[in-house]
């Protein structure tokens, strides 16, 4: 029996993990630094390490003879915590740094996009605040201001006015408010449309997607409010034809997976693509080199078999997506924030019923935010606190199976979106 280290702490790492212990060979599963979900998962236990102390991560992955190991956050893999893994003969999932650039550097991918034909808005890059501001006066498009780098999901702004363009484009490069992530800014065009999440395991030639899923970032219902990790999800998203995404596969996935292998930088993990379906067929908002959150709350149990098996055969450069099986059925997750989120908010606020949820029929509450008190009682510990999942038979029964769960779980302030799934 194999022994797993999981890497990271939300709702996507208690995910992963619960599906890890569901295979026949994995025996033990450490998660660094986990929550308090995966403290109390069959199987699983805690281990206070810092996911970016890759010192601390390689000595103890060798001094439990760890199989795999598991990232779930963008910042170790930017950060090249596969390299170091690597470098220490363990192996582990996810791609090394140069090619989760791709997410790591805003800038790095939209060249790549372009320099590959990948359908794409227009866009500019500018790494001084002038230049960013003289285009603002002259651009011919609605635009979108990113902060290049990594900045934990909130380096995105999409302004209602030209004024509020400039005052991004200052915050980030002039008051550095994401730090060297706004060494440079990325000016789009703004596109109009549904979006949609599409993730594929990659094993550096090959890929497999998952079903399509699709996210609620904003906070407040009717899609108002500032931008969120995610407030809620659901998969399959009705929003490709077979058809359409063969078309996707072909136009986007083809392109990364042979255009990073090319460049010597082969690309092996999960692969998330956010797709923008415009007026003028599907285009590339962001490349994510990771398991999306809240999506992979939804999408891991949709599928049928072995995770450890299909992460294992990524690393290994032996995928074969004929192979992978998904459950017919559909999945829904709705987000339980803490009050305030995703502007300041308290932690250690007492929570109540996410136990006893579970015992509904086709529920699951993965923690997110969540920390077990000494005295055993369950905290919040963060912005995103619960994610409420279930499973039916469609999305209709996914959804009200869900929300029948969140309805039995308490904590001061709790907030969630009553429209999860609604936009289909
Ligand atoms: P990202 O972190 O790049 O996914 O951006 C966060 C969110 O900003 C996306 O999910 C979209 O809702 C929005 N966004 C990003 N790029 C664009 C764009 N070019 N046009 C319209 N909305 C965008
Ligand atoms: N759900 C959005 C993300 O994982 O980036």
Same mark, same amino acid.
């Given at each position: 029996m194999d022994t797993l280290l999981v890497i990271g702490s939300g709702g996507r790492e208690h995910a992963l993990a619960w599906k890890l212990a569901q295979s026949p060979d994995v025996g033990r599963i450490f998660v660094a630094p986990g929550n308090g979900g995966t403290a109390a998962e069959a199987r699983?236990?805690?281990?206070?390490?810092?996911?970016?102390?890759?010192?601390?991560?390689?000595?103890?992955?060798?001094?439990?003879?760890?199989?795999?190991?598991?990232?779930?956050?963008?910042?170790?893999?930017?950060?090249?915590?596969?390299?170091?893994?690597?470098?220490?003969?363990?192996?582990?999932?996810?791609?090394?740094?140069?090619?989760a650039r791709l997410e790591g550097s805003k800038a790095f991918a939209r060249a790549f996009m372009a320099r590959h034909g990948?359908?794409?808005?227009?866009?500019?890059?500018?790494?001084?605040?002038?230049?960013?501001?003289?285009?603002?006066?002259?651009?011919?498009?609605?635009v979108v201001v990113k902060a290049s780098g990594l900045a934990a999901g909130?380096?995105? %702004? *999409?302004? @209602?006015? +030209? $004024?509020?363009?400039? !005052?991004?484009? &200052?915050?980030?490069?002039?008051?550095?408010?994401?730090? =060297?992530?706004?060494?440079? %800014? *990325?000016? @789009?065009? +703004? $596109?109009?449309?549904? !979006?949609?999440? &599409?993730?594929?395991?990659?094993?550096?030639?090959?890929? =497999?997607?998952m079903p399509l899923a699709q996210d609620h970032k904003q906070v407040f219902d009717g899609d108002r409010g500032p931008n969120t990790g995610g407030m809620g999800v659901y998969a399959p998203a009705p929003l490709l034809s077979p058809e359409e995404t063969a078309v996707v596969e072909e136009s986007v996935l083809r392109p990364v997976v042979e255009g990073m292998a090319a460049a010597g930088t082969p690309y092996r993990g999960v692969?998330?693509?956010?797709?923008?379906?415009t007026a003028g067929g599907p285009k590339v908002l962001e490349f994510n080199c990771r398991f999306g959150d809240p999506e992979t709350e939804v999408l891991l149990p949709l599928l049928d078999g072995?995770?450890?098996?299909?992460?294992?055969?990524?690393?290994?450069?032996?995928?074969?997506?004929?192979?992978?099986?998904?459950?017919?059925?559909?999945?829904?997750?709705?987000?339980?924030?803490?009050?305030?989120y995703p502007g300041d908010y308290p932690k250690n606020l007492p929570i109540r019923g996410a136990a006893a949820a579970e015992a509904l029929p086709g529920?699951?509450?993965?923690?997110a935010g969540t920390a077990l008190a000494p005295d055993g009682s369950l905290?919040?510990?963060?912005?995103?606190?619960?994610?409420?999942?279930?499973?039916?038979?469609?999305?209709?029964?996914?959804?009200?199976?869900?929300?029948?769960?969140?309805?039995?779980i308490d904590f001061p302030g709790m907030h969630y979106r009553r429209d999860i799934g609604s936009r289909t």
């Open positions: 699983c236990e805690n281990v206070a390490i810092d996911p970016l102390d890759f010192t601390s991560l390689t000595a103890f992955a060798r001094r439990e003879a760890i199989a795999l190991a598991v990232v779930g956050p963008e910042t170790p893999l930017a950060a090249g915590i596969i390299d170091a893994f690597a470098g220490a003969g363990i192996p582990a999932f996810g791609p090394p740094a140069a090619a990948i359908p794409s808005p227009a866009y500019r890059v500018f790494g001084a605040t002038e230049d960013a501001l003289a285009f603002l006066q002259t651009a011919a498009f609605d909130k380096g995105v %702004v *999409v302004p @209602e006015s +030209r $004024l509020e363009a400039e !005052e991004a484009v &200052v915050a980030i490069m002039r008051q550095r408010q994401f730090g =060297a992530a706004g060494d440079e %800014v *990325v000016i @789009e065009e +703004r $596109l109009q449309g549904q !979006e949609v999440s &599409v993730l594929a395991f990659v094993d550096g030639r090959r890929w =497999a997607l692969l998330y693509t956010g797709l923008m379906l072995d995770l450890y098996a299909i992460l294992q055969a990524c690393v290994a450069g032996r995928l074969h997506a004929e192979e992978l099986r998904w459950s017919p059925q559909a999945a829904a997750c709705i987000i339980a924030a803490a009050p305030g529920l699951k509450v993965f923690h905290r919040t510990s963060g912005g995103r606190v619960l994610a409420v999942t279930a499973v039916g038979v469609d999305k209709q029964q996914a959804l009200d199976r869900a929300y029948a769960g969140i309805g039995m």
